[in-house]
Each structure stands twice: as structure tokens, then as C-alpha cells.
T-cell receptor
Framework: AQTVTQSQPEMSVQEAETVTLSCTYD???????LFWYKQPPSRQMILVIRQEAYKQQNATENRFSVNFQKAAKSFSLKISDSQLGDAAMYFCAYRSAMDSSYKLIFGSGTRLLVRP | EPEVTQTPSHQVTQMGQEVILRCVPISNHLYFYWYRQILGQKVEFLVSFYNNEISEKSEIFDDQFSVERPDGSNFTLKIRSTKLEDSAMYFCASSSLQGFGQTQYFGPGTRLLVL
């Protein structure tokens, strides 16, 4: 069974600085999708960025980018120019390309604090 | 921008009572999901639903749980006889048949408290 591990329960960053959140996963599959979701205090899950495993190019969405290392099974999220509104829980998630249920497997989350 | 909606936002119930959580997925989506998140824990998959039947369910989704798409727009999760440990945030999500990795879009959640 696939697992997703987020080893940093909490991270802190100064406003306008850059922070990297770590995520590793375990799978025997070669084709899959990876996601980062943000959960602000309102607790709604908001998609931040996504990556297809067969694409070598790292995904980028404005200030958010990923460092996808397939061989190392690592999928870290970099937030540049951090803003106060970035403060939230961040969840890494895995989705098999083979599983017809398309279910997401989540990590335990990293709480990001942004210091003004 | 289309979004997933859920009602109610909060629900308090007594142990042993039945609850129905409602979701309206994005209109052109065909895959529907329920997840739950116990306070302070990770988000856990409960069930996926496609073509009016369950695609997969987790071990959490026992006989006390059921899902239904009663009409063309709603997707419901029923808990027949609630237990204290059912207290959690319940998220509905939907995804389209096409598109990037069938990205799932989440609703705002229903916070269920069982007393």
C-alpha cells in the first residue's frame, strides 16, 4: 500500500522569505499523481499545485513550485515571497494512476506559520 | 468559478442518531468522494462513487455508512447510528472524467460532533 510522509509537523517562515515543505512517499508504481493541498483555519481544502509522475519538469504556480525527485520518491513544496495568507496546514497527497477509485492518500500535514 | 458545496456546515447529534451530510458536486463532474478528518489527524479516504455505485470504500466505511446520489445534483453520506468516534470534519470532493489526473476539488466540509 502507498504511504505519504510529511516529516515536519510545523515550519515557520518570515514574511517575504522562502520556505520548503518536505514530502516523501512510498509506492511500487511508476505512474501516479502528486498534489499539495492547503487547509487554512477555515479548514477547506484548497489545491495548491499538482504534478504528474511521468513529467520530469517541476510544476510551478506563481509563488509555489515543487521539487519532484522521482527516484528518491520526494515531492517538496517551495513557497517563495511568503505572505501572511500562506499560513495554513499543507497536505501532500498521492493518487495512483492505476487505481480506478482515484482516491487520494494524504500525509499528516505540515503547519506553516508566517511571521510578520 | 464552480465549487463544491456542503450542508450543513456544522452538525451536533446524539450518539445513536442518524445523520445525513449533503454535498452538491461541481455540475459536470462524474466522480464523487467522501473523506473525513478527525481533529488534528490526517485526511482519510472513506468512499468513492461513480456511475451510481461505489467504486471503492475504505475499512472505515462499514455498514453504518452509506452514500447515495438521490437526484442529478446531490451526493449524500448517511451515518445510520452515530458513535462518539464519528466526530470529525467530513469533506466531499468531486472530479471530472477528463482533465489533469482527475484533480479532486473539495467542499468546505461539515463539522460533525457526536455527543
Amino acid at each position: 500500500a502507498q504511504t505519504v510522509t510529511q516529516s515536519q509537523p510545523e515550519m515557520s517562515v518570515q514574511e517575504a522569505e522562502t520556505v520548503t515543505l518536505s514530502c516523501t512517499y512510498d509506492t511500487s508504481e511508476s505512474d501516479y499523481y502528486l498534489f499539495w493541498y492547503k487547509q487554512p483555519p477555515s479548514r477547506q481544502m484548497i489545491l495548491v499545485i499538482r504534478q504528474e509522475a511521468y513529467k520530469q519538469q517541476n510544476a510551478t504556480e506563481n509563488r509555489f513550485s515543487v521539487n519532484f525527485q522521482k527516484a528518491a520518491k520526494s515531492f517538496s513544496l517551495k513557497i517563495s515571497d511568503s505572505q501572511l495568507g500562506d499560513a495554513a496546514m499543507y497536505f501532500c497527497a498521492y493518487r495512483s494512476a492505476m487505481d480506478s477509485s482515484y482516491k487520494l492518500i494524504f500525509g499528516s500535514g505540515t503547519r506553516l506559520l508566517v511571521r510578520p | 468559478e464552480p465549487e463544491v458545496t456542503q450542508t450543513p456546515s456544522h452538525q451536533v447529534t446524539q450518539m445513536g442518531q442518524e445523520v445525513i451530510l449533503r454535498c452538491v458536486p461541481i455540475s459536470n463532474h462524474l466522480y464523487f468522494y467522501w473523506y473525513r478528518q478527525i481533529l488534528g489527524q490526517k485526511v482519510e479516504f472513506l468512499v468513492s462513487f461513480y456511475n451510481n455505485e461505489i467504486s471503492e470504500k475504505s475499512e472505515i466505511f462499514d455498514d453504518q455508512f452509506s452514500v447515495e446520489r438521490p437526484d442529478g445534483s446531490n451526493f449524500t453520506l448517511k451515518i445510520r447510528s452515530t458513535k462518539l468516534e464519528d466526530s470529525a470534519m467530513y469533506f466531499c470532493a468531486s472530479s471530472s472524467l477528463q482533465g489533469f489526473g482527475q484533480t479532486q476539488y473539495f467542499g468546505p466540509g461539515t463539522r460533525l460532533l457526536v455527543l
